[in-house]
Structures are given as C-alpha cells and as structure tokens.
C-alpha cells in the first residue's frame, strides 16, 4: 500500500493505492498558516474511504510550496560568494551579485592561488542572510576552497552552508553555483515544510518510510533531501508529469503538452513517445541555469485563483492574470474575483456560484458585458500560456545535437495534442485547446494526479566521479572524498566503483534496491611533453527515476 501527498498552493490532495488501484482519493484546502492541518485533513478524508493503513509500505510528498515561493518572489535573499579564477565574467549570471574572492582551482584541481578570506570576514558581517552558498570554478575537482569558505561563514555565525561541488559533480560553474544558492534560499522553508509533514503523518501513527519527490520524477528520504533542498523545486511537476505517465495518458504516437492546473501555479510539460522530454541542461529557475535535473517544464504564476487586475491606456482595457494568488473564487466564497470565476462566466467550466462570480467580476468591470469581459480575461490567460510554450519550443529547438537519431530526426517538436490535469485543468485547456487547434484529454484521475505520480515515483539518487590516471586518484563530489585508484584502471572499473558508492547510499537510506544507468560519461587522455601520460575519466550515475507501476484513475468522486 502506498500513500501519496501532493500539497499544493489552493489543495491538499492525498491517494491511497494497493496493487495498481486507487483505493481512495481526497482533496483539503491548504492551510498556508500551518500545512499541518492541511496534510491531516485530506489524509483523514482519503483514511476513511480505504481504512487503516496498517501495510502502508512507504509515503511521498511533493509538494508546490517552494516552486509558489520562488515564482512569487517571495523568498529573502541568501549570501553568495564564489572564486572564479581569472578571464571569467559571471556579470548576471547568478541570482545576487556575489562577494568575489582571489582564489582558484586549475583544470586538473591543482590549487593555483590560496584563498583570501578576509573580504568574506568583512562582507559577513553587515549581511543579514542566515543561509550562505560558496561556490569555486572547478570547485567538483578540487573542493578544498570551497570548505575553507564554509568554514569561516559557519564560524561567524551562518546557519547552513550549501557547497557548489556537493550540489552537482557536474563541470558547469554557473548551473552548480546557481543550485547551491537556491538551496541555501529555500532551506529554511522546506525544513519547516518537511518538519510538518513528518509531524502530521506521525499524528497519524504511520511508521512507514517518508520521501520528497525530486524534480528529475525520483524521490529520497526526508533527510537525505534537506542535504540539498533545491531538488524541491519543481516537485509539483514532476509529479504532475509522473501521474500523467501513471494514468495512461498520453497518445504515444502523438507528441503532445501536459499542463497541470492548479490554484497558483500552471506546470507545462512536452511529451514524445508517451514518454516526459528531459531537459538536458538542467532546471532553469528564475530565468537562471541550474544543474538540477528535471523534465522540459515550466512553472508559471498561473492558476485557477490568480489575481485578476486592469489598466485603462487611452481609454482601452487591458487585463492582467496573476502572478500573486488571492483564491479562492468568488463562486466559492472568496472575497475577489480570480481567473476561475472569469472561467465560470465565459461559460468554459460550472462549479460553485456562478452568480457570486458574476458579481465579483462586475466590480472589476463596471456596467460591462460579464461574459464578454470574462472572454477577454480568459484570452489573456491563454495568450500567456502560449507565450510560454512558444518560448519552450524555442528552446528546445535551440538545443545542441546530441545523437545520430536527433541529426536525422531532427530536434524540432511539434506538438499534436493537450493533456490536462489539476483542479483549474477542464475550462483553461479548454480554451487553450480551441486557440491553438489542438485535441484536448482530461484523463480519469486528473483532479488527484500530482498525488498519483508521488505515491508511484522510484526511490533515486546521482552521483558523479572524476579519475585521473596520471594523479592517481578518484574523486566522488558527492561523499567529498578523494581516495587512490585502483589498478588496472578503466571505464568500467570507473562504473563498478560509482555503481558501488551509489548502492552504499541506498543502504544508508534504507531505499530499495534496483537498476543504475549512466547519465553522462567523457573520457580525455593527457599528454605531457609530446607523451601521452594517462586518462581522465568523468561519470555520471543514477539509480533510474520513475514510476514503479501504472494504475487505474480512481471510478469514485473525490473525497472533498
């Protein structure tokens, strides 16, 4: 039996699933205040309908909350310093302007020039960030600096510390230092978060294993994921994509685009071969590179209970749809008017009061046509929706070629059809559907997808490893360690060695066994003089993400 928790910025959705069923399914409005009571709610909801948990082997939350956070620019600021080492020019490249420090790291991981702490000393001491990232160009090959500049933060009183080389083993200064900056932003957040959770469902007497979905469609144990709170970004999509997945879906033979409808946030995502599109450079957050892995998804500030606002320019009405969230909708008992009452009125959904949306719309637009105004304010929605598709598109048609498939294929995706799921899905898709010509799917399931996808999602965990020959080392950015090479030494020694350390963790965390795959993998020889002198070996690892089995959509109604 599993259980999962997806807590969104409007709902709390819990599912409750045995054998490939769902057994039960609810809905509790989020209480921002105390998520505790929210958590409680839906999972007493869905308890009453499929019984005691008494087999409830594991439970997984995801949860919008950090991804709502950032895209509302709701977060304080953390501390960031970094030693990029000569010729670099990192000029907005990163979320804050960062204290730079002389230092660095060649190539090999050779330190070149030590640290000058003393500017980190006197920029620490008027910075009011509890949370700090320190991040070193070429920092994964040589980590050194960076502990050295955590260190002396931790020493002056910082709270945590997030390091660039723990955060990716990845080569990319930019997209590691990025991830471990917004690690540091949403730590203090998502340790409340995941404080309360652990606290609701211990309420409840389950015992079993809990986990926080990651943004690459993966989970790890609460623990494990405070280590590194930037894989919380994102996990509302995830889910989303991994429910869809779970529910059957997608068409396989038609590309198509998922869009998961919530209260405050919209999460679009590409789909070929009935399989998620990964983005191959990692998340982008906030317009800024990371080097979390994720699906090709955005999440925008767009959802059934956003804001709706309008500016008269020379006499014509232009309409705004979020970003802030003020739900929920008038037709409901919410005090303003939201894109879901403009939604009721257009004629494109009927829930709640449909006249209490009417009179709330009327305030916004006095002596006005509702439904023709309704129309307009839909339309605006739609056209940001599409806005950001569009950009999407381009983007992933900017990508570089990887393989032979894509060279004769081609990297261009054309989508054929929209799938829908979240409570706001039906009447935005709708919409969006009829503007871009597009069949549209709603499958059984969809108001409790997020909640599917977690409850079903694999255990997973990466790792990367760095061997150089001619040093006569490994090292493992991830556990910190640089340890001797084994002899002989090769690609497949290299893979048995980070296969080893992966299922050493697994043990750690009590995740269950199964299938590792490698992620990325390069191979250089170096040369000194005119003579080849030995390898260097870089790695990627994973145990596979996913999903552990597909089940059919919940036949009841949604406990509410």
């Known amino acids: 039996m599993l259980l999962g928790l997806d807590v969104g910025g409007t709902f709390t959705d819990a599912v409750i699933i045995e054998k490939g069923q769902v057994l039960a399914q609810a809905k509790a409005p989020t209480t921002h205040a105390d998520v505790l009571e929210g958590i409680l709610n839906a999972l007493d909801k869905a308890t009453a309908l499929a019984g005691q948990l008494k087999n409830l082997e594991r439970a997984v939350i995801s949860s919008t909350i950090v991804t709502n956070a950032l895209a509302e620019g709701k977060l304080p600021p953390a501390f960031l310093a970094v030693c990029c080492g000569p010729g670099m020019n990192t000029a907005g490249k990163f979320p804050v302007a960062p204290l730079q420090l002389k230092g660095c790291v060649d190539h090999r991981g050779k330190i070149t020039a030590p640290i000058d702490l003393a500017p980190l000393a006197r920029a620490n001491s008027i910075a009011p960030a509890a949370n700090a990232a320190v991040s070193c160009k070429f920092g994964v090959r040589q980590p050194l600096l960076e502990r050295q500049m955590a260190q002396a933060l931790l020493q002056a009183g910082r709270r945590k510390v997030f390091l660039g080389s723990e955060a990716s083993g990845e080569l990319n200064f930019i997209r590691r230092t990025n991830s471990a900056y917004f690690s540091a932003q949403v730590c203090d957040l998502f340790r409340t978060f995941c404080s309360r959770a652990e606290k609701a469902l211990a309420e409840r007497q389950i015992k079993a294993p809990v986990h926080i979905l990651k943004a690459d469609g993966g989970t790890l144990p609460l623990a494990a994921a405070l280590e590194q709170p930037v894989e919380a970004v994102f996990t509302g999509p995830a889910a989303s994509v991994l429910g869809i997945e779970a529910l059957g879906a997608v068409d396989e033979e038609r590309p198509g685009i998922s869009l998961d409808v919530g209260g405050t946030t919209t999460d679009i995502a590409f789909w070929q071969g009935g399989r998620p599109l990964a983005a191959r450079r990692g998340a982008v ?276």
């Open 285 to 560: 957050i906030n317009g800024y590179n990371t080097a979390v892995r994720s699906f090709h998804m955005r999440s925008i500030p767009l959802g059934g209970d956003s804001k709706l606002s309008v500016s008269l320019v020379n006499g014509e009405r232009f309409y705004f749809v979020g970003p802030q969230r003020v739900g929920p909708a008038a037709a409901v008992g919410g005090e303003a008017a939201t894109l879901g009452d403009a939604l009721i009125a257009a004629g494109y959904i009927s829930f709640g009061d449909a006249a209490r949306s009417h009179k709330a719309l009327a305030a916004l637009c006095p002596g006005l046509d509702i439904k023709e105004e309704a129309k307009k304010i839909v339309a605006t929605a739609v056209a940001k929706l599409r806005g950001v598709i569009d950009e999407m598109l381009a983007e992933w048609a900017r990508q570089p070629v990887y393989t032979v498939d894509d060279i004769v294929k081609g990297t261009e995706f054309r989508p054929r059809q929209l799938i829908g799921v979240g409570g706001g899905s039906l009447g935005l898709i709708k919409a969006l559907g009829e503007a871009m010509d597009l069949p549209v799917s709603i499958p059984q399931g969809a108001m409790v997808a997020n909640a599917i996808g977690a409850a079903l999602a694999r255990p997973t965990l990466s790792a990367g490893l760095r061997a150089d020959t001619t040093e006569g080392h490994y090292i493992i950015p991830e556990s910190g360690e640089r340890k001797p090479l084994p002899r002989p030494f090769n690609r497949k020694a290299a893979e048995e060695l980070l296969d080893r350390w992966l299922h050493e963790q697994v043990a750690t965390w009590q995740l269950a066994e199964q299938e590792t795959e490698v992620i990325s993998a390069e191979h250089f020889r170096t040369i000194h003089g005119y003579y080849d002198t030995g390898d260097i070996f870089d790695l990627r690892m994973q145990l596979k993400p996913g999903i552990l089995q597909k089940v059919a959509g919940f036949s009841g109604e949604v406990a509410l």
